[in-house]
């Protein structure tokens, strides 16, 4: 059973479209993320949310709009999309707020390309 | 405010021993370790609390020195499983501020 787990994995689109990414945790933690590796490999946080209230947004174009419906999921959006934002995206959860002895679980990333 | 790691990159042959560091202009109350080998994701090494302690995972320990504000990853006899790219994270003395360093890119030739 994955513990997160992401869709799609991978995903080709053309500038200017919508998109969207998913993330499901059976691990019952308390607080999900989304992270983007750029390709020099820095992980950077982007939001947190923490039973489902956003605790943590970064200075991300607002153009990138999170949802999380419940504890379990946290989805991403992304709206009119450039070439700056291919990477891999990372959703993570952890129980309690990572650095806090939260220990955080990766998905296995879901790769964007923008074309 | 992002740690600083180093070396870059290292390249080692099985058995050959490294050190990675990572150290932070702010006070620290907590370093964690990640490895993340290629096409794959971050995996969790481990967490130090408190100053001066040390952990150690298989072959793979780690110290923190809470008074120069760093740490430092000792992989001894490493092996061909140990290649990828090595992750300090930081946070500040509340819990807050949980950000990770650049990597550290290992590269274990046989």
């Known amino acids: 059973d994955t513990a997160v787990s992401q869709t799609p994995k991978y995903l080709v689109t053309q500038m200017g479209n919508d998109k969207s990414i998913k993330c499901e945790q059976n691990?019952?933690?308390?607080?999900m993320y989304w992270y983007k590796q750029d390709s020099k490999k820095f992980l950077k946080i982007m939001f947190s949310?923490?039973?489902?209230?956003?605790?943590i947004n970064e200075t991300v174009p607002n153009r990138f709009s999170p949802k999380s419906p419940d504890k379990a999921h946290l989805n991403l959006h992304i709206n009119s999309l450039e070439l700056g934002d291919s990477a891999v995206y990372f959703c993570?959860?952890?129980?309690?707020?990572?650095?806090?002895?939260?220990?955080?679980?990766f998905g296995e990333g879901s790769r964007l390309t923008v074309l | 405010q992002q740690p600083v790691q180093s070396p870059q990159a290292v390249i080692l042959r099985e058995g050959e021993d490294a050190v990675i560091n990572c150290s932070s202009s702010?006070?620290?109350?907590?370093v964690h370790w990640y490895r993340q080998k290629h096409g794959e994701a971050p995996v969790f090494l481990m967490i130090?609390?408190?100053?001066?302690e040390q952990k150690g995972h298989e072959k793979i320990s780690a110290s923190f020195n809470e008074k120069k504000q760093q740490s430092s990853l000792y992989l001894t006899a490493s092996q061909l499983s140990y290649s990828g790219t090595y992750f300090c994270?930081?946070?500040?003395?509340?819990?807050?501020?949980?950000?990770f360093g650049p990597g550290t890119r290992l590269s274990v030739l046989p």
């Open positions: 130090l609390l408190k100053g001066g």
């Open positions: 994270g930081t946070e500040g003395p509340h819990g807050q501020n949980f950000v």
């Open positions: 949310y923490n039973n489902k209230e956003l605790i």
């Open positions: 691990l019952g933690h308390d607080t």
């Open positions: 993570a959860s952890s129980q309690g707020l990572a650095g806090n002895t939260g220990e955080l679980f």
């Open positions: 702010k006070a620290l109350y907590s």
